[in-house]
T-cell receptor, first 112, second 111 residues
Framework: DGGITQSPKYLFRKEGQNVTLSCEQNLNHDAMYWYRQDPGQGLRLIYYSQIVNDFQKGDIAEGYSVSREKKESFPLTVTSAQKNPTAFYLC???????????FGDGTRLSIL | GQNIDQPTEMTATEGAIVQINCTYQTSGFNGLFWYQQHAGEAPTFLSYNVLDGLEEKGRFSSFLSRSKGYSYLLLKELQMKDSASYLCAVIDATNAGKSTFGDGTTLTVKP
């Protein structure tokens, strides 16, 4: 089936640890995005990429890093510099200009 | 920059009609999306408006007035499964064509 696949569904981070959230797509989208969602709030953009080997910071990039080595994959690393990482993380593809975004099922990250 | 406002919460009765408003300010408007998000799940696309007027899709309709910076999502014949958060997202052509999301409106449908 075509879509955006995120893994894992749940992730726990220890103090001082970096963790990586996976996002894979087979929809052939050029553009991919990472959002953070806190309870009762909307989506805040962390990073986005419009083409392979290029990505741009969103509104809340501090404490996060990404890579886009191939079109299908856009992993997000939550570094130890992100002091409040507990949130629901959503990856999306498409959404450039008049295209709606297609979202993965999300990863819920918590602190141990 | 962009500023998007939606009511935080709304409650309606099964079988009724509800209108969820979204107002926005943007320097390069290039379209508006509505998404539905059930608790703990991913948002799913509902509608897209770029020209003024009403777009109808079954029980759901979306309206846009570009001059007023205003959109609404109209849900008819409400069902319990319509209880969800509804997100308004605006595309800004001056912001690399990206969407900026409002905080969402949580709709509760009661029997």
């Amino acid at each position: 089936d075509g879509g955006i696949t995120q893994s894992p569904k749940y992730l726990f981070r220890k103090e001082g640890q970096n963790v990586t959230l996976s996002c894979e797509q087979n929809l052939n989208h050029d553009a991919m995005y990472w959002y953070r969602q806190d309870p009762g709030q909307g989506l805040r953009l962390i990073y986005y990429s419009q083409i392979v080997n290029d990505f741009q910071k969103g509104d809340i990039a501090e404490g996060y890093s990404v890579s886009r080595e191939k079109k299908e994959s856009f992993p997000l690393t939550v570094t130890s510099a992100q002091k409040n990482p507990t949130a629901f993380y959503l990856c999306a593809g498409g959404g450039f200009s008049n295209q709606p975004q297609h979202f993965g099922d999300g990863t819920r990250l918590s602190i141990l | 920059g962009q500023n998007i406002d939606q009511p935080t919460e709304m409650t309606a009765t099964e079988g009724a009609i509800v209108q969820i408003n979204c107002t926005y300010q943007t320097s390069g408007f290039n379209g508006l999306f509505w998404y539905q998000q059930h608790a703990g799940e991913a948002p799913t696309f509902l509608s897209y408006n770029v020209l003024d007027g009403l777009e109808e899709k079954g029980r759901f309709s979306s309206f846009l007035s570009r001059s007023k910076g205003y959109s609404y999502l109209l849900l008819k014949e409400l069902q319990m499964k319509d209880s969800a958060s509804y997100l308004c997202a605006v595309i800004d052509a001056t912001n690399a064509g990206k969407s900026t999301f409002g905080d969402g409106t949580t709709l509760t449908v009661k029997p």
